[in-house]
């Protein structure tokens, strides 16, 4: 049986062509960038054109506003920290959203253990912020505001440019996770008006482990890894060149087809939500119906449990993932879903489908069919669920 992968949030598939970019760096040219023989240099040059083309699509001024990282948590951390620790003689005080990433969420907590104070500003229903909110929370300790530009769960789009005017007007620092827009959704840090922009190779058809953070020029960051002095000095240790080789080639493919893939996810991915809506009574849509990610899909079945629902989706070949934090061994709905507003046991019902480029009618059609059944047969075995009065007092 053919697998269904709608888990494109969580990771891609590298694409072919980005493979063949990178072979020759992990095979023949496998020269320190950093050496100054003819080896090196050519890893140096690999390494330069990467920068440049990476810089072009997010609309940077310089290839040196790129550092390249680890990937998306590492470029969060080198942010958020990075930032906050060269800024500590000017303020204390961070502000970011109640629905990031753990990758920005716990490098917050954990700055509150280093004197730093963070507000957390609330969502709406929808999960997006309002910009006003953002101005309410400045203090005159502000030094740096983090906010996510889609969220990795719900799929909502946040108004980060509104944020930056106001953000922009008072000189505070303004970093935003970029890793779930990057390659799917136009970015340009100008239009956004930030200062620093995660990304993340493997979120858009790259390979796993290589990212980056653009910094503006001018931006001081303490740096999170020291040695050597590879990255201006940002960013110690001898560079992924297959990884940045491979991350700026899925990135200009991205570009590349965006306006034909995003427009084609969008109604795979609304015709799945109609489905979903239209044949599993006692559901919800998570997350804004427009202001989402092309791909995503996040909804709440009310009575049943994520984790069983996909273990039962896995058995049929679907490969998808759920709010409730099982990965972590925690039974705790997530962060997110309850900074909707949502109660716990309705939370806990909750099921993420994520579209990529290799999704087909074919399989949204196939996950329509087996879907009702799966969640009726959980329904049944649920205490709480009364099939003929149709809902039950939770
Ligand atoms: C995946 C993801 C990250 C982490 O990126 P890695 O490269 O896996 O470390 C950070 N933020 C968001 C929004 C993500 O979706």
């Given at each position: 049986m053919n697998r269904i992968y709608l888990d494109h949030a969580a990771t891609t598939p590298m694409r072919p062509e980005v493979l063949e970019a990178m072979l020759p760096y992990l095979r023949?040219?496998?020269?320190?960038?950093?050496?100054?023989y003819t080896e090196g240099r050519e890893a140096r040059k690999a390494l330069d054109r990467a920068r440049d083309r990476i810089a072009k699509v997010l609309g940077?001024?310089?290839?040196?506003e790129i550092i390249f990282t680890s990937g998306g948590s590492e470029a969060d951390n080198l942010a958020i920290k990075g930032a906050a620790f060269a800024l500590k003689n000017k303020g204390n005080h961070i502000i970011t959203s109640a629905i990031e990433h753990h990758a920005v969420y716990d490098t917050c907590r954990y700055l509150e253990k280093h004197g730093f104070k963070v507000t957390l500003v609330p969502v709406d229903s929808y999960g997006i912020v309002d910009p006003a909110a953002v101005e309410a929370a400045l203090?005159?300790?502000?030094?740096l505001v983090s906010i996510m530009?889609?969220?990795?769960?719900?799929g909502t789009i946040q108004p980060i440019a509104e944020i930056s005017k106001i953000l922009r007007e008072r000189g505070i620092l303004f970093h935003t996770d970029a890793v779930q827009t990057v390659g799917h959704i136009p970015v340009d840090v100008d239009e956004l008006g930030v200062d620093m922009l995660s990304l993340s190779a493997h979120k858009f058809y790259g390979p796993k482990g290589v990212g980056a953070l653009y910094v503006r020029k001018g931006i001081r960051l303490h740096p999170l890894i020291h040695g050597g002095g590879q990255e201006q000095n940002r960013r110690a240790g001898t560079e992924n060149v297959a990884g940045i080789v491979g991350m700026a080639e899925a990135l200009v493919l991205a570009a590349g087809e965006m306006g034909e893939e995003a427009p084609r996810q969008r109604e795979l991915r609304d015709r799945l939500i109609q489905g979903i809506l239209a044949r599993i009574p006692h559901t919800r849509l998570n997350g804004h119906p427009e202001k989402r990610l092309p791909g995503n899909v996040s909804v709440c079945f009310e009575y049943i449990e994520g984790e069983a629902l996909l273990l039962n989706l896995d058995m049929q070949g679907i490969a998808a993932s759920s709010g409730s934090a099982c990965t972590s061994g925690s039974l705790e709905p997530s962060h997110v879903l309850l900074a909707l507003g949502l109660p716990h046991e309705i939370a806990h019902g909750s099921l993420r489908l994520t579209l990529g480029r290799g999704t087909t009618a074919a399989e949204i059609d196939a996950v329509l069919e087996v879907l009702p059944g799966i969640v009726e047969k959980l329904r049944q075995m649920?205490?709480?669920?009364d099939a003929n009065a149709g809902c039950k007092a939770h």
């Open positions: 023949e040219q496998y020269g320190n960038p950093s050496s100054i940077a001024s310089s290839p040196r203090t005159p300790e502000t030094i530009h889609a969220n990795n769960e719900i649920s205490p709480l669920y």
